[in-house]
C-alpha cells in the first residue's frame, strides 16, 4: 500500500496512481479514528466535507462522508463545488471537530488531494497531520452509503457557497464596492472560484467579467496556480478590453492573483503590500503582521514604518493560522498568494482578497498604477525571483545541512548577515537582498527564492542558488 504523508497543506497524490478509493479509504478512515480518540469539548460531533472541480472529486467526497457518518459523525456535505475557505467557515460557523476538502489546489489536473480542517476553521495543526497518520491502517474501514445517510439525516448535502458570500460582504465596506463602477475582472483559472464574484457582485455598479469560467477537470491544459505563465490568455484579453483590475484565483480559490488592467502581472507581493497599505492607512487598523520566509522585504519596511510587529513563519499557511489563533493578528501573508483576514476564519481566502481589493480601489479612487508606483517610491524597489528545480529527495536533507553550515559570505557584492533553518535555508544580506532554498512539501522540487533591488540581481541570486545545489554529489 501507498505511503500517505501530509505535506505542506495536506496528503496529494496522482490519480488512479496513489490518490485510489483504497487509500482515500485508509486516510479517511484515519481521520476518522483520530477524531474519536480526542474530542474536542469546544467542537460538536459534526464534520464538514467539501470538494474542488477535478477528476472524480465529487465521488471520493462522497466517500470521506460515507466513512465519517459510518464512525458516528454528522456530516455536511457541500451540494456542489466548492471553495475551501467556504468549508474552512463552515467547520466554524458549525461547530464542527473538522472537515476535509477534497482538492489538489494548484497542482497538475492529474493530481487530487485531501486537505484536513481543524475545528477552528482553518489548516490543521502539524501534530493534528501527524495524529492521523499515526492511526493509518489501525482499524478496518467503517463506511455508511450514502443514501441511507442522506435519510436518517446523518448526512445533509448542503450550499456553502451562499454562507461564505454573505459572511465577505459583512468583511469589507460593500456600500462603498456596490457604489464605486469598479470594472472588474476575475480569472478563475477553471476553478472552484468561478461565478463568485458573479454572485457577490450582481446587484452593484461593478462591471464584472469571469474569465477561464468554464467547468474543465484538465483546466485547459495549465496548472490552476496564481502565477504570469498560466495568464497568457487572460492578459491578451485585457490588454483588448481593459479593466481597473484582474483578481486571479487558484483551483480551490484560498489564494490570490492578479493583473493589472492592462494585462500586466500584478505579484503576490505586490498584493500583500497594496492591502497591508489599505488595512493600516484606510482602514486605521493595527496589530502583528505575520509573514511566511518567502514573503517580500518590503512588508518589513513597511511595518517599521507603521511601527507594526513582525512573525516570521515557516512555509505553510498552518504556521499563519497558529499565529492568528493566538490573537492580536492584523494580517497574515504568503508569498504564494495565500493572505489571511483574521476577522474572517484563520484560513486563506482568495475571493476575500478579491474583494479587499476592490474596497482598496473604491476608497483609494486612484488607478492601480498610481497605487503600485507610490509603494516604489515610499519603500524603494524590490524585484522577487523563483525557480522550481528537480532534486532528489534522498539528497535533500545533506543539501540543507550543507546549505546551513557552508553558509556564503557575501550574496554578490553585500556581507550575508542572518541565516535562518527553519523551513529550509535562507541567507539575507546587509543590502536587504535574500536567497532561500527550500523542498516542495507536496512535490518533489527543490524551490530556490530570491530577491533583490532589481531583476539582473534578483536573477543572479537564483543562478547562486542553482550553483550552491551542484556541491551535493
Request: net charge positive.
Given at each position: ?69 459510518g464512525n458516528g459523525f454528522h456530516v455536511t456535505l457541500t451540494d456542489s463545488p466548492t471553495p475551501t475557505p467556504a468549508v474552512s467557515l463552515a467547520v466554524k460557523q458549525q461547530k464542527a471537530i473538522g472537515g476535509v476538502m477534497i482538492t ?358 537564483l543562478t547562486l542558488g542553482v550553483k550552491l545545489t551542484t556541491q551535493i554529489n
Amino acid at each position: 500500500m501507498a505511503a500517505i504523508k501530509f505535506g505542506t497543506d495536506g496528503w496529494r497524490a496522482i490519480i488512479a496512481e496513489d490518490f485510489t478509493f483504497a487509500n482515500l479509504d485508509r486516510v479517511a478512515q484515519a481521520t476518522a479514528d483520530f477524531w474519536k480518540a480526542h474530542p474536542n469539548p469546544a467542537a460538536t460531533r459534526r464534520t464538514v466535507v467539501g470538494y474542488d472541480r477535478r477528476f472524480l472529486s465529487d465521488q471520493f467526497a462522497a466517500r470521506v462522508a460515507e466513512i465519517l457518518a459510518g464512525n458516528g459523525f454528522h456530516v455536511t456535505l457541500t451540494d456542489s463545488p466548492t471553495p475551501t475557505p467556504a468549508v474552512s467557515l463552515a467547520v466554524k460557523q458549525q461547530k464542527a471537530i473538522g472537515g476535509v476538502m477534497i482538492t489538489a489546489s494548484h497542482n497538475p489536473p492529474a493530481f487530487n488531494g485531501f486537505k484536513l480542517k481543524a475545528w477552528y476553521g482553518g489548516s490543521a495543526e502539524p501534530s493534528l497531520c501527524q495524529g492521523v497518520e499515526a492511526q493509518l491502517d489501525k482499524n478496518p474501514v467503517q463506511a455508511t452509503p450514502l443514501a441511507v445517510c442522506r435519510r436518517s439525516g446523518r448526512i445533509v448535502v448542503k450550499n456553502l457557497r451562499k454562507p461564505h458570500l454573505t459572511a465577505l460582504r459583512k468583511l469589507v465596506d460593500f456600500d462603498l464596492i456596490s457604489n464605486s463602477e469598479i470594472r472588474f475582472a476575475h480569472d478563475a483559472l477553471y476553478g472552484v472560484g468561478a461565478g463568485c464574484f458573479d454572485d457577490l457582485l450582481k446587484d452593484t455598479t461593478c462591471r464584472v467579467t469571469t474569465l477561464n469560467g468554464e467547468y474543465n477537470p484538465g483546466f485547459n491544459g495549465i496548472n490552476p496556480e496564481p502565477i504570469a505563465v498560466n495568464y497568457v490568455k487572460s492578459a491578451a484579453w485585457l490588454k483588448r478590453h481593459p479593466q481597473d483590475i484582474c483578481v486571479v484565483t487558484d483551483g480551490d480559490a484560498d489564494r490570490v492573483g492578479g493583473m493589472r488592467g492592462d494585462g500586466t502581472y500584478l505579484s503576490t507581493h505586490d498584493i500583500n503590500c497594496l492591502l497591508l497599505q489599505h488595512y493600516v492607512r484606510n482602514r486605521g487598523e493595527t496589530g502583528r503582521v505575520v509573514r511566511s520566509l518567502t514573503v517580500t522585504g518590503r512588508v518589513d519596511k513597511m511595518c517599521k514604518r507603521f511601527g507594526l510587529p513582525v512573525v516570521e513563519t515557516g512555509v505553510g499557511f498552518k504556521y499563519i493560522a497558529a499565529e492568528m489563533l493566538k490573537g492580536g493578528v492584523l494580517l497574515g501573508f504568503e508569498e504564494s498568494g495565500g493572505i489571511g483576514f483574521p476577522r474572517h476564519i484563520p484560513e486563506r481566502d482568495g475571493i476575500a482578497a478579491g474583494l479587499l481589493l476592490l474596497e482598496m480601489l473604491a476608497v483609494e479612487g486612484k488607478p492601480l498604477g498610481k497605487l503600485l508606483a507610490g509603494l516604489e517610491k515610499e519603500y524603494g524597489p524590490h524585484h522577487f525571483a523563483r525557480i522550481d528545480t528537480r532534486f532528489p529527495v534522498e539528497k535533500r536533507a545533506a543539501l540543507m545541512e550543507h546549505c546551513k553550515t557552508e553558509a556564503p559570505s557575501r550574496l554578490l557584492q553585500s556581507a550575508v548577515t542572518d541565516v535562518k533553518s527553519i523551513d529550509g535555508v535562507k541567507y539575507s544580506a546587509e543590502d536587504g537582498s535574500w536567497l532561500m532554498l527550500r523542498g516542495s512539501g507536496t512535490e518533489p522540487i527543490l524551490r530556490i527564492y530570491a530577491e533583490a533591488d532589481s531583476e539582473k540581481k534578483a536573477q543572479a541570486l537564483l543562478t547562486l542558488g542553482v550553483k550552491l545545489t551542484t556541491q551535493i554529489n
